[in-house]
């Protein structure tokens, strides 16, 4: 219902009822200028001819330069000048220890985004080159690919990033402007700045699975159609008596080599997975350190100002709450978000081996049998885990460990700061 509804505004407002995207090259195409005036992209693909090239940017350089220069020049300002956010709602016994620690971990991880989104996404062709030729080969298993949809997905989640960067960063300056104080813009800009790119980056990332996964549902109804026996190979040939062995082994001959063609793809879209584990390993990483530890440092604050009567000020003790909650709520919600699209694909594996259990379980004949127990015990060796870098994997129980290992350094913290 709500991916309908997108459609149709997409439609309305781009006047692209007509729009065909042949590959998710072209797909990408309506996001791109948006990435470009904001400077996430410098080397950009396009495809032609069949061929994928690449070539700079001048437009995305020139915003390159805009935008990051921007940043470092307010990463020097509040350096020099000492400018906070949070100190200036509650002054913490960190002092400016903790703004010290954002400041140096920010300026780090977005000068790895910078290269990363910039020159590295887009300039590093091989995955992409690779998911078209999965997307070639569901093609020839005689399946329809809507592009479109991406499209409008990619478009939608673009808009709507930008949404909570100027929404975040509106929220900062009411709040400063109702305590009468000095707004500290170099601060606010580096501080959502570094966020926005985190999301960015990480939206990249779920995108990227989002496709995947779209690919397995539909390799899965395959399977599907074929457990049901609503395959076309059920209904092509004429079983009348004299023919009706002939066309019996005919149809088990082409549903074989369906699901083979099946296992093949499974295998492709096995190796597109460990792509896309070294192609945002570092960036996954370096997202969820960071975004745990934004979430013990600022929920210390919290502790520490409830615990020290900030409540007395109720006015800005409901300012320093809105802006912990989007602090902590951010950081949660990026690392929920990767963890949910990376179980999603393991879902839909785990789906795919049932159906093939399904029919090695059904009354088919022997040869369907075995080529669905060939791919089954392939679904045993080819179980799509995402680790990135290998320290961890992007699962549900990884929440678990998140959530613990923060309430550990939260008591530690707590003990050697607090006093007694």
Known sequence: MICAKLVKAYKILFKCSQTKYDNSIDANKPTMLIKKIFGLVVVEYKHESGVIVTRLSYWGFISFLFWYGLFVFCVINVYIKD???????????????????????????VLYAMWKLAFNLYGNTSYVKYLIEVDNAVKRLGLDIDYITAAIIGFFCTMSQLLVYFARTLYICVTFN????????ERIFQVVFCDALALILSGHFCFYLFIL??????????????????????????????????ASQLQDKYICQKIESVAKIYCMLYEATNRVNKMYGVAIV??????????????????????????????????????ILWQTGYATGIIYMVVYFSENIVNKVEDA?????????????????EAALRLSLQFLHQKPLFKPCGFFTLDYGFLFQTARSVVTFLVILLQFVMEK
């Open 178 to 185: 109702s305590l009468d104080m000095a707004i500290p813009y």
């Open 83 to 109: 400018h906070t956010i949070l100190r200036n709602l509650y002054d913490t016994r960190l002092k400016r220890y903790g703004d010290e620690y954002e400041r140096i971990a920010t300026l780090l991880f």
């Open 213 to 246: 996964k779209e690919r397995y549902c539909m390799l899965n109804s395959v399977l599907n159609d074929i457990k049901v026996y609503k395959s076309w190979e059920y209904t092509m040939f004429i079983r009348d008596k004299p023919n009706k062995e002939k």
């Open 286 to 323: 370096m997202i969820t350190f960071l975004g745990m530890n934004s979430i013990i440092l600022y929920l210390f604050y919290f502790m520490e100002a409830t615990a020290s009567g900030l409540f007395n000020d109720m006015r800005r003790y409901i300012y320093f709450l809105i802006y």
């Open 353 to 369: 081996a049932f159906l093939a259990t399904e029919i090695i379980n059904s009354n088919m004949s022997p040869l369907v049998t």
